[in-house]
Nanobody, 126 residues
């Protein structure tokens, strides 16, 4: 069992930055690939970024590529999402999720993730 808790969301002006954290319980966190998803009002939840168990492989959606960076510190059981050059279209609830399935196959498919956090709100003002 893995419990995930997101933090770091808030209100930021366009062009600003935020760092989200996803803290996990359990000693086997390093055995899970982790993804960040987001859901804007009235829209479906979509993947933003993902990272492999050891952190050597990453994935980014086209909408955030070059602006967001995902990283992890397995010693701290934490995955981060560094968000730069934020714009109002980035406003959403951000969720982290973990899966036993190895990084790669259907990384964007939220049904392949086993555990989810409660989400953290990010609001970008223009």
């Amino acid at each position: 069992q893995v419990q995930l808790v997101e933090s770091g969301g808030g209100l930021v002006q366009a062009g600003g930055s935020l760092r989200l954290s996803c803290a996990a319980s359990g000693r086997t966190f390093s055995q899970y690939a982790v993804g960040w998803f987001r859901q804007a009002p009235g829209k479906e939840r979509d993947i933003v970024a993902a990272i492999s168990r050891g952190g050597s492989s990453t994935y980014y959606s086209d909408s955030v590529k070059g602006r967001f960076t995902i990283s992890r510190d397995n010693a701290k059981n934490t995955v981060y999402l560094h968000m730069n050059s934020l714009n109002p279209e980035d406003t959403a609830v951000y969720y982290c999720a973990a899966r036993r399935l190895m990084f790669g196959p259907r990384i964007h498919d939220q049904t392949t993730y086993d555990y989810w956090g409660q989400g953290t709100q990010v609001t970008v003002s223009s």
